[in-house]
């Protein structure tokens, strides 16, 4: 394999010249051991009076404990349980208790656990009886009358924390406890909020190397930052982001997560694979499509916090999983979040898939000014030679689809070196290889 770099005026580009590899074997996908929101149930105990220290194992009767669907609280938005409001600053009142039992689920040789946790204001959060994590709590005993250490509000309020289960916390037969006290950092907070989701992380794998079909599409997108409608993205396609690089045995390097395409593997994408191909989508016009596919890849990649939550989900996600293949079905389920580049990616997979002429577009976005920063978005070829932009991180809960000669467009989508993609020339027709 031989892999060229070629200085540009700013930064390299990356040439696969001939690519050998076959994809690689990767590990199994994550799993969703207990999802976010109402499809789980807790149990809950609220009031001043604290439970025995064996609510946090398997076996505790909690019998006489309420029940309800997360989100659990009171006095916030996005709850599906309402929790009594403690009635004024009595002694005790700031905590709330919650414990929900789940049958082991063996875990893989290096399969490992992340909690994902939103709360307000803190939380202790106990594994069959361990405390594995205290977010926003101060050190030391912590009693029923303990508050947390600081109050969360306004636009702090929904982010859903990554914390990772210590190995051997997670038990392989029997029954998992999970314990979580809830701490207001005063007896007279006026809101609180709980909501967790359980999740399996694949075992480590190999970094990826290029599958042979993958070269045009990767030589397209890093050479030229264009994917057309004519070019699918096949299995085996790679993506670290605009910094990934290749080693002298093929294998992608990157600072970032390494996207895989994997549809034989990914059991996550190919159920929006199912729907981009369903009768209902079909039955539809080309922009309906388009527009149905960029509010679902929106709905996918937007934090159950909302849209201001996207960019620090990502930041945890490529914390811990820098320079490791994910599928793009696991980046959905681990990270609950996706910026433009997952963003984009997932839109040209789906809509090629729904028949629609796609192109995956990287580049700049100018806001004010002549540069910009660095962006990626697709575009959607019409039969009638209309050529429509498509931006899923900018607009997917609303799509728009202005003309490539749109002066906005023309204005704030640059190339990778600041100079214009587009003009407010003609149209060129949906058979045009790219800009």
């Given at each position: 394999m031989?892999?060229?770099?070629?200085?540009?005026?700013?930064?390299?580009?990356?040439?696969?010249?001939?690519?050998?590899?076959?994809?690689?074997?990767?590990?199994?996908?994550?799993?969703?051991?207990?999802?976010?929101?109402?499809?789980?149930?807790?149990?809950?105990?609220?009031?001043?009076?604290?439970?025995?220290?064996?609510?946090?194992?398997?076996?505790?009767?909690?019998?006489?404990?309420?029940?309800?669907?997360?989100?659990?609280?009171?006095?916030?938005?996005?709850?599906?349980?309402t929790l009594p409001?403690?009635?004024?600053?009595?002694?005790?009142?700031?905590?709330?208790?919650?414990?929900?039992?789940?049958?082991?689920?063996?875990?893989?040789?290096?399969?490992?656990?992340?909690?994902?946790?939103?709360?307000?204001?803190?939380?202790?959060?106990?594994?069959?009886?361990?405390?594995?994590?205290?977010?926003?709590?101060?050190?030391?005993?912590?009693?029923?009358?303990?508050?947390?250490?600081?109050?969360?509000?306004?636009?702090?309020?929904?982010?859903?924390?990554?914390?990772?289960?210590?190995k051997g916390a997670w038990r392989s037969t029997g029954t998992n406890v999970?314990?979580?006290?809830?701490?207001?950092?005063?007896?007279?907070?006026?809101?609180?909020f709980f909501d967790l989701a359980?999740?399996?992380?694949?075992?480590?794998?190999?970094?990826?190397?290029?599958?042979?079909?993958?070269?045009?599409?990767?030589?397209?997108y890093y050479k030229e930052h264009f994917v057309g409608p004519g070019v699918p993205v096949p299995d085996g396609y790679v993506d670290g982001g605009r910094a990934m690089a290749?080693?002298?045995?093929?294998?992608?390097?990157?600072g970032r997560e390494i996207?895989?395409?994997?549809?034989?593997?990914?059991?996550?994408?190919?159920?929006?694979?199912d729907f981009a191909r369903s009768p209902e989508l079909q039955s539809l016009g080309p922009l309906e499509r388009a527009q149905r596919l960029a509010e679902r890849v929106d709905r996918l990649t937007t934090p159950p916090g909302g849209e201001r939550w996207v960019g620090p989900a990502v930041e945890e996600l490529t914390r811990e999983f820098a320079n490791?293949?994910?599928?793009i079905g696991d980046v959905l389920d681990l990270g609950q979040a996706g910026v433009c580049r997952h963003r984009s990616l997932l839109f040209k997979i789906l809509a090629d898939e729904a028949g629609l002429k796609s192109a995956l577009v990287r580049g700049n976005f100018a806001v004010n000014g002549p540069r910009g920063f660095a962006h990626a978005w697709n575009e959607i070829y019409l039969d009638?030679?209309?050529?429509?932009?498509?931006?899923?991180m900018h607009n997917g809960g609303k799509p728009r689809f202005p003309a490539v000669t749109d002066p906005e467009v023309v204005r704030r989508y640059r190339k990778p070196d600041d100079t214009p993609w587009y003009s407010t020339n003609a149209v060129p027709n949906a058979n045009a290889a790219k800009p």
């Open positions: 031989t892999l060229l770099i070629r200085p540009a005026a700013s930064r390299p580009v990356w040439l696969l010249t001939l690519a050998v590899f076959s994809l690689w074997p990767l590990a199994n996908s994550g799993r969703t051991l207990l999802e976010a929101g109402a499809p789980t149930e807790w149990k809950f105990l609220a009031g001043t009076n604290p439970p025995p220290a064996v609510w946090r194992e398997a076996g505790f009767d909690d019998a006489a404990w309420h029940s309800g669907k997360a989100p659990l609280g009171y006095g916030a938005s996005r709850l599906t349980t409001r403690p009635s004024g600053a009595t002694n005790g009142s700031v905590t709330t208790w919650f414990r929900r039992e789940l049958a082991a689920s063996p875990l893989q040789a290096d399969e490992g656990l992340d909690i994902l946790l939103c709360v307000d204001d803190g939380a202790v959060v106990h594994i069959n009886g361990r405390e594995i994590a205290r977010p926003n709590m101060p050190t030391g005993e912590v009693s029923a009358t303990t508050p947390a250490r600081s109050a969360v509000k306004g636009r702090a309020e929904g982010f859903y924390t990554r914390i990772s289960v210590p999970l314990a979580v006290e809830v701490h207001q950092a005063s007896a007279t907070d006026e809101d609180c359980l999740k399996s992380l694949p075992p480590d794998g190999p970094r990826p190397t290029v599958s042979t079909g993958a070269r045009a599409a990767i030589n397209a290749f080693d002298a045995e093929g294998r992608a390097l990157s996207l895989v395409v994997d549809r034989a593997g990914d059991s996550e994408l190919r159920k929006h694979l490791k293949p994910l599928r009638d030679g209309r050529r429509l932009l498509v931006d899923v």
